[in-house]
């Protein structure tokens, strides 16, 4: 979910992430990712944090980014099993949908990655 949405879920102010974070862990138990919009994405496995950035690509219309970067996470995830890499997936997916009009156009196929580089994940410990 994007952090407007876990911040009012949680009844918490989105730029309190931290709190977002452990309050959500808590509730899951599992894998829990935030979008940030332009400013990337942070996954939490209870464990670890993970973050990235987004790569520099043209931004037409931002239908769509949401629900590719979710698809992407979890279709890189089931195949790799690899948190840094679907969060990669999953940016260059939603990159590859800002980048044109509507929200189907530009997902990205298997083995596909788009021409942007890859995005530097951050991992740190929780």
Not at 5 to 16: C, H, R
Not at 91 to 107: D, E, L, M, R
Request: charged share 25%.
């Amino acid at each position: 979910m994007n952090r407007e949405e876990a911040a009012d879920l949680l009844g918490l102010s989105y730029e309190k992430e931290e709190e977002i974070f452990k309050a959500m862990d808590e509730l899951i138990g599992g894998i829990f990712v935030m979008t940030k919009g332009p400013e990337g994405a942070i996954v939490s496995d209870g464990k670890n944090i993970y973050s990235a950035g987004v790569p520099d690509s043209p931004i037409i219309e931002r239908t769509g980014a949401g629900d590719a970067f979710s698809s992407g996470f979890i279709t890189e995830y089931i195949r790799s099993n690899d948190i840094s890499r679907a969060v990669q997936f999953a940016t260059a997916n939603a990159s590859s949908v800002v980048a044109q009009f509507g929200s189907k156009a530009g997902i990205l196929k298997k083995d596909d990655w788009g021409p942007w580089p890859l995005v530097k994940v951050e991992k740190t410990q929780l």
